[in-house]
């Protein structure tokens, strides 16, 4: 399964909201669809699983949606240490797949 | 506090073989599937393989079956991935991650990675 994420690159100001798009090749079952976050030189770092659960100890302004093909991660307000790179991961089928990701940047 | 720390990581010659290691600490390893995860310089995350909780079944990427191979030690807590003929497309830091349950192959545990380079 085939994973697009957009924008590549999202701009954005601290307490600006954001919106990250990860689209699939084929319809993921049981939403089973993951976000990480990615700050240089570290580990991911698990926020929501199973489409909209979030990880424990995630902030409430870390929200995901979606079902089918279609999912997103909305970071409400944004925060300076949001500012990192996004990963979607599929784990409904082997081989289990990550998007190409995207950029968080301060404006 | 659950922790996975690889090792094993550095430079290879192509076609040569090398061996890491993830050991777990603080968590109870043997009823949890583990993978490998690698990512290229500057570039995205790739799945690489996976071992269930008790070693009996495993799964990998297409590019890199029949030159890998992931193993565990349940009673040292540590997981393995041997890696030979690798080619310079290996080159990555290879993270291992822990996943949560059955069928729920994200990854809730990641250690710090270890940097593979293979170069002539």
């Known amino acids: 399964t085939v994973l697009t994420q957009s924008p590549g690159t999202l701009s954005l100001s601290p307490g600006e909201r954001a919106t990250l798009s990860c689209r699939a090749s084929?319809?993921?079952?049981?939403?089973?669809l993951a976000w990480y976050q990615q700050k240089p030189g570290q580990a991911p770092r698990l926020l929501v699983y199973g489409a909209s659960s979030r990880a424990t100890g995630v902030p409430d302004r870390f929200s995901g949606s979606g079902s089918g093909t279609d999912f997103t991660l909305t970071i409400s307000r944004l925060e300076p240490e949001d500012f990192a790179v996004y990963y979607c991961?599929?784990?409904?089928?082997?081989?289990?797949?990550f998007g190409q990701g995207t950029k968080l940047e301060i404006k | 506090q659950e922790h996975l720390l690889e090792s094993g990581g550095g430079v290879v010659q192509p076609g040569r073989s090398l061996r890491l290691s993830c050991t777990a600490s603080d968590f109870t390893f043997q009823n949890y599937a583990m993978h490998w995860v690698r990512q290229a310089p500057g570039k995205g995350l790739e799945w690489v393989a996976i071992i269930a909780h008790d070693g009996r079944n495993k799964d990998y990427v297409d590019s890199v079956k029949g030159r890998f191979s992931i193993s565990r030690d349940n009673s040292k807590k540590t997981l393995y991935l041997q890696m030979n003929s690798l080619t310079t497309e290996d080159t990555a830091v290879y993270f291992c991650?822990?996943?949560?349950?059955?069928?729920?192959?994200?990854?809730?545990?990641w250690g710090q990675g270890t940097l593979v380079t293979v170069s002539s």
């Open positions: 991961q599929q784990y409904g089928n082997s081989p289990w797949t």
């Open positions: 084929q319809t993921i079952t049981f939403k089973y």
């Open positions: 991650a822990r996943s949560p349950g059955w069928a729920q192959y994200y990854f809730d545990l």
